[in-house]
């Protein structure tokens, strides 16, 4: 039974960071991505940063590329997300997924989520 669980989120004022963790168990996840993805309320879920399995190819949505940095650490079974420099906009419950998918920026690849974490940014 594969589990996600996200940690780190929480309340803070734009312009400071908060780095996300999403602990992944149950199988081994060789040759597995890893994604983000964020939803704010009212609004659809998004994209936000996916990591391939080696950590040689990641994406990002264009409205995080340069702010936020997704990295993984294979032998702690565990996918970070660095959000720096956070926007108000930004706030939203944030999704880690994982999957063997060919299409990383696509929630449809994932068929495994976790409960989500919920970053707040105040103005």
């Known amino acids: 039974q594969v589990q996600l669980v996200e940690s780190g989120g929480g309340l803070v004022q734009a312009g400071a960071s908060l780095r996300l963790s999403c602990a992944a168990s149950?199988?081994?996840?060789?040759?597995?991505?890893m994604g983000w993805f964020r939803q704010a309320l009212g609004k659809e879920r998004e994209f936000v940063a996916a990591?391939?399995?080696?950590?040689?190819?990641?994406y990002y949505a264009d409205s995080v590329k340069g702010r936020f940095t997704i990295s993984r650490d294979n032998a702690l079974n565990t996918v970070y997300l660095q959000m720096n420099s956070l926007k108000p906009e930004d706030t939203a419950v944030y999704y880690c997924?994982?999957?063997?998918?060919?299409?990383?920026?696509?929630?449809?690849?994932?068929?495994?989520w976790g409960r989500g974490t919920r970053v707040t940014v105040s103005s």
């Open positions: 990591i391939n399995w080696s950590g040689g190819y990641t």
């Open positions: 997924a994982a999957d063997r998918t060919v299409r990383p920026r696509d929630e449809a690849g994932y068929d495994y």
């Open positions: 149950g199988r081994t996840f060789s040759g597995w991505t």
